[in-house]
Every structure is written in C-alpha cells, then in structure tokens.
C-alpha cells in the first residue's frame, strides 16, 4: 500500500486544517487507518484512528473534541479535520495503515506497516 499525505500548512490559532491521505496498490476498505504527529524532538504519538469498516474511531485526548477522522473508500482517501487548532499541534502529521491492527493496540505506531511521508502542519498563536 502506498500513502500520500497532504494539507499541511500554516494556520493561527483557532484555525482549521484538513489533512487528505489518498491510498494506492491495495483494497483501501478492507484497512484500518490511522493518523500520527511528531513534533520537534518529541516521539511519534497517536491522533485519530479509524476501524476498516468507518463504524469505531479512536482519538487521542489532546484532540478529542477538535479533530475528526473519517474516509472515503470510493476515492481511497481518509480526512483528518482539524479545528480549534493550537500552537502544541505545530507536527508533522503521517497517516498510516494495515490490514490487520489488534484493535486494543490501534493507538501504537508499531501495528501499522504502511505510512506516508507526512504533511507539516505549523499553528502560530
């Protein structure tokens, strides 16, 4: 599977993003999707993440509230909607996915064999 990320950018605080990941060489519908961040001298941490069927979405508590995941398996592509942006979300955001995700563990990095190569996102207060 091969992951495109885009829709990063610079936007103040309070602002609104939304990040696209379009998905190529593989049954997108059947692959559980997931968003990550890493800021600046920080580890990979977990954002939103999205069951293969779109019923359970998953969510970091730092963006509970402000961000939405959803997809679009007739275009390949899962959204992350971001409003109410803040200056501790400036990160490079990567979406990733998998087929077979232990969903108790759908929040780690590591069950996810597929990334793309990120999208900078910069919030200025």
């Known amino acids: 599977v091969q992951l495109q990320a885009s829709g990063g950018g610079l936007v103040q605080a309070g602002g609104s993003l939304r990040l696209s990941c379009a998905a190529s060489?593989?049954?997108?519908?059947?692959?559980?999707m997931g968003w990550f961040r890493q800021a600046p001298g920080k580890e990979r941490e977990f954002v939103a993440a999205?069951?293969?069927?779109?019923?359970?979405?998953y969510y970091a508590d730092s963006v509970k509230g402000r961000f939405t995941i959803s997809r679009d398996n007739t275009k390949n592509t899962v959204f992350l909607q971001m409003n109410s942006l803040k200056p501790e979300d400036t990160a490079v955001y990567y979406c990733?996915?998998?087929?077979?995700?232990?969903?108790?563990?759908?929040?780690?990095?590591?069950?996810?064999?597929?990334w793309g190569q990120g999208t900078l996102v910069t919030v200025s207060s």
């Open positions: 999205m069951r293969w069927n779109g019923v359970s979405t």
């Open positions: 990733a996915t998998d087929r077979t995700v232990i969903l108790s563990q759908i929040r780690e990095p590591g069950e996810y064999d597929f």
């Open positions: 060489g593989r049954t997108f519908s059947n692959y559980h």
